[in-house]
Nanobody, 119 residues
Framework: ARLVESGGGLVQAGGSLRLSCVAT????????MGWYRQAPGKQRELVAS??????IYADSVKGRFSISRDGAVDTLYLQMNSLKPEDTAVYYC???????????????WGQGTQVTVSS
């Protein structure tokens, strides 16, 4: 499936942004969906994920970020509030699909959207 992110940009510390990720198929056909981010010189890290089991957040964003999805428009969202300079990164949308009875998964990724938080 193709995933297309949007909503990144430049914002001052304390501000908010909402990221969107539109999928080319029914988002509830995925095992899970999530948002990852990668800052310069750092490894890609999980920010938040959502599945039928619930939601998971990185400790660094708990209470500030909220992940949600809308099946009517096959879109995943990440509402980011109280942004900090350390949230600056490229944010990637991820979707995982179970591909066999053993539970192996295939991952799809979006192209990424830049989020820059100025101090």
């Amino acid at each position: 499936a193709r995933l297309v992110e949007s909503g990144g940009g430049l914002v001052q510390a304390g501000g908010s942004l909402r990221l969107s990720c539109v999928a080319t198929r029914n988002i509830f056909s995925f095992e899970s969906m999530g948002w990852y981010r990668q800052a310069p010189g750092k490894q890609r890290e999980l920010v938040a994920s959502i599945s039928s089991s619930g939601t998971i957040y990185a400790d660094s964003v708990k209470g500030r970020f909220s992940i949600s999805r809308d099946g009517a428009v096959d879109t995943l969202y990440l509402q980011m509030n109280s942004l900090k300079p350390e949230d600056t990164a490229v944010y990637y949308c991820n979707a995982e699909t179970v591909v066999n009875v053993e539970g192996a998964k295939a991952a799809d990724w979006g192209q990424g959207t830049q989020v820059t938080v100025s101090s």
